[in-house]
Structures are given as C-alpha cells and as structure tokens.
C-alpha cells in the first residue's frame, strides 16, 4: 500500500539532521507538548515516542509540571535543562501549560527556536464533558464526596451564621468547573502563546482528526524534528485516562447550549487563525 512504502521500516530509519541528535547542539526539550488537557495527550504522546530516536526527558515522565509551579516556587532553568540532556529528541507533554498563561515566557526562556510546541484540541464541549468525568473518576473527589454523604446522615453538617458549610464536594466541583470552562477557550491561549513564539513553531492538531489518521499526525510532528517516519504499532490502544464508559455524567438543563455560545466566537477565531476544521467539532 501507499502508506506502507512511505514509511521508513525501523531498521532502515535515517534522522535527516545531526544537529538534533547532537546533544551539545541543543539544550532544553527538542520538543514540547502544552495542551489541551482531556484531548488525548496521553494517548498521542504513546504513538509519538514509537520513533526510537523520540523519547521522554531524564525522569521517564510524559508530564513535568515544572513550569507552571512557578507561582510558588521560581524555575531553576538550568535543572530543567539538564532533564533533557542526551542524545535523540527527548521532550515532555504537560497538558495544563496552554491555559496556564504565565507560562509562554517562562517557556521562552528553556525552548530552543526549532523545537516544536505540539497543541491537541478537542471539541470544547466534548473536552468539558470529559473534565467533569475526571472530576467525579478523581479517587480524592469520591472520599469527599462520601465524606460529605455521612456527616449529613449522622447531622453533623457544621453550620455557621445560620447557614449550612458548603460540601468539600461542591467546593472541588465548582473550582474544576470554572478551570473546564476556560480550558476550552483556545484561541486565546494560543494568542497568548503566540506572542511569545513565532506562529511556524506550533503544531496544532485536531482530536478528531489524529483518530481518523494517527500515522498523518505523528509524521507531521517527527516532521518537523527532521526525522524520518517509522510505522506505529497499536495506534488504536485505549489511553489509560480514559473515562467515557467507566464514569458517568450527565449535563444539567441548559448547560451545554450556554457553554456552546460562550465558546462560538473562540471556535471561529480558531477556524480563521490557525486553520481549525470546524466540521471535525459536532457541536459547531
């Protein structure tokens, strides 16, 4: 098939660039994943490092969370550094940075000029969806959750001013709310990212899109690391966040079709943009 004498068979593979493999050539990641959350990250970062030049940084981790910690704790640039130290084009995926707007300048400062930022998004309403079956899978949320169910069956809900305390619950499921909501808002993640970085260096894909096609996607990021494309094994493998079918929620009345308008003028922004397939998104 077509396909299959395009690709590269492992044992013949040739990266197109020294440079890359060169470990004194760079510093930092040679390529770096930033978003979104809930839009198969875990899953895409399994096809990707099936290229044996591909790997994850030095801790063997798909997400290092250290760039957005800096709120509380500074960036000690030349640790991070280090983690990527060593030959073939080591990186990281941590889905929390494209929301995390503090973060593009601190990226700035560890992420070379040529290494790619790999942006995955979902259809907003379904990636919502998905958060709050996070939430409600979260094993933290179930003990708050019962926790709060007995102390109202035994009476001894606090109360305080007259009123009744709120339920750590509602406190967790009101807080991941309001951060589902805003991880949804794209464009204006990306613009802020965008004024850090030069537009040519973001990989923006489509869900909906890499599943139809996983073997398109993939080539198109070891693409722009200027390395030759291998065939992937077990594309379709289930993600091990994976949450439809073990958990359940359902949207309350009028939910999704405010959360549809809110996201309408971000969507079309993303269409004229960055090139969004709006007919990939069902709810747009």
Known sequence: MEAERRIAPVAVRTASSDALRDEQARRGPAWLGIGAQRSGTTWFTDLLVQHPEVHLSRRRTKELHRLYRTLYKPLDAERYLRLFDGPGCPGEFTPFYLRALWVPALARQVVGDRAPLIVLLRDP??????????????????????????????????????????????????WRASDAEWAGMYATQLDCWASYFPREQFVVLQYEAVKRDPQAAVDAVWARMELSPVELR???ASSETRTRGLVEWAWPDGAKDA???????DVARLASAWGIDRSLWRNF
């Open 125 to 174: 309403i379904d990636r919502f969806e998905s958060a709050m079956r996070m939430t409600l899978a979260d094993p933290a949320h179930r003990r708050r959750r019962k926790g709060a169910r007995n102390a109202v069956r035994r009476g001894l809900a606090s109360r305080e001013g007259g009123a009744r305390q709120r339920s750590p619950s509602n406190r967790l499921m009101r």
């Open 234 to 236: 077990d594309e379709d």
């Open 259 to 265: 959360l549809t308008r809110a996201y309408e003028p």
